[in-house]
């Protein structure tokens, strides 16, 4: 049977799950996704949904490994990507450019090898004159920046939303359940639901972020993950005023949190600073004094709406985890920071995977 006569089983409509199911639908496979978040996606409480759709692909430490060309590899396809979902869907938002901050030396010499190593042209140092300039202010304690017009921020709901909306017009096929078990039968696995349905796929792809207990206990290399929570806040500036962040460059970086302009007087702060799978009730004050370091909007902005997310992190290995793990079993998971960006890469390679493997059976 020819692989794209065949259906590809995604389990997890989280970003990896339901950007995958996308790309493969609109490459000429037939995708089956489950998930019983599918019953209500606007109420899903996965990471996906908690994120605040930062794409920092250029700004990195790193030049080589597959993180590196993971993050290269989505930063060359988001603008494609973005071309093609806008075709068919009129709400989805993006808002270009990232700055990032330095508030210590050696952030400062990590800017200074991003700047060496990048030879970007859109990369450009921002010394401490030039963020004078920003209205609402940054604090005084940042040393410098580094701006990157090539990485940008997605509105990740809009997104998820649309990969979903389009799946659907194109036919995928959508099962609201959770998937018990996992069994390799001659060949083809067959799928557990919860509800006590059962079904038969010869590929598996495993996009159940930090819950991977499904997987088959024998046969591999056991795959180990931790979950650890995520936060987010969406803020209104004490003082509304008209066009308030008119001279702001985009959105901004610093120490794992993300803060991101989203409509006049509001803004997300995003932060991936936690160690637990539980927020601690600290970091939230962390999050809006910045050790005491915020400046004076910040610290009196409105809380709107917190909310968080669980994340998977791999375990004595680096993120993320892309691997086969048996015939036409596929885990992407281990997205503990960015699963938006990365998104497109992911896609790519699973793809890759299995029409490579197919061909070799
Ligand atoms: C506060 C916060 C801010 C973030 N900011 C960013 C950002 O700015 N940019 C960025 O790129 N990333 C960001 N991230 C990280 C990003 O959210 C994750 O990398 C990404 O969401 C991982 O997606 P996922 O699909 O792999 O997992 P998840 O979102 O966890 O989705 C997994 C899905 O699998 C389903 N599932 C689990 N078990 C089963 C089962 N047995 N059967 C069926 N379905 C199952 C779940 O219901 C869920 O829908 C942030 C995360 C947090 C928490």
Redesign the pocket.
């Known amino acids: 049977m020819r692989i794209k006569d065949q259906v590809i089983t995604i389990?997890?409509?989280?970003?990896?799950?339901?950007?995958l199911a996308w790309y493969l639908q609109n490459s000429g496979y037939s995708v089956r996704l489950?998930?019983?978040?599918?019953k209500n996606l606007a109420k899903?409480?996965?990471?996906?949904?908690?994120?605040?759709?930062?794409?920092?692909g250029s700004i990195y430490k790193n030049t080589r490994g597959r993180s590196w060309q993971l993050r290269q590899r989505s930063v060359a396809l988001w603008p494609q990507w973005r071309a093609l979902i806008q075709s068919c869907t009129k709400d989805l938002i993006y808002r270009p450019g990232i700055l990032f901050l330095a508030s210590n030396i050696s952030e400062q010499n990590w800017q200074s090898q991003i700047l060496l190593k990048s030879r970007k042209a859109d990369i450009i140092k921002w010394n401490r004159k030039k963020l004078d300039a920003l209205d609402p202010e940054i604090s005084s304690s940042i040393l410098s920046g580094l701006f990157s017009l090539e990485d940008g921020?997605i509105d990740?709901k809009r997104i998820l939303d649309s990969f979903y909306e389009d799946s659907l017009r194109k036919g995928i096929d959508i099962i609201s359940?959770?998937?018990?078990r996992l069994i390799y039968v001659k060949d083809t696995w067959q799928l557990e639901?919860?509800c006590g349905e059962s079904l038969n796929s010869r590929w598996i792809v495993l996009?159940?972020?930090?819950?991977?207990?499904?997987l088959p206990s024998k046969g591999y290399h056991p795959i180990l993950t931790q979950r650890i929570?995520?936060?987010?806040l969406q803020l209104m500036l004490p003082h509304p005023r008209e066009n308030p962040w008119k001279c702001w460059p985009g959105s901004i970086n610093w120490k794992s949190n993300?803060l991101?302009p989203i409509s006049n007087n509001e803004y997300w702060i995003?932060?991936?600073i936690e160690k637990d799978n539980f927020i601690k009730s600290d970091t939230l004050n962390t999050l809006i004094n910045r050790h005491g370091i915020a400046p004076e909007w910040l610290k009196k902005s409105k809380i709107i709406k917190h909310?968080?997310?669980?994340?998977?992190r791999p375990i004595y290995r680096p993120s993320?985890i892309l691997q086969l793990v048996a015939p036409g079993l596929i885990v992407?998971?281990?997205?503990?920071?960015?699963?938006?960006?990365?998104?497109p890469a992911t896609a790519e390679w699973v793809m890759k995977c299995i029409t490579i493997t197919d061909h070799s059976y």
């Open positions: 389990i997890g409509a989280g970003a990896t799950g339901l950007s489950i998930d019983p978040q599918l899903a409480e996965s990471a996906s949904f908690a994120a605040t759709g930062i794409l920092m921020q990740p359940r959770r998937l018990k639901l919860e996009c159940t972020g930090s819950d991977i207990s499904v929570a995520g936060q987010s993300n991101v995003g932060s991936t909310w968080q997310g669980l994340r998977s993320p992407a998971t281990g997205f503990y920071r960015n699963g938006i960006l990365l998104a």
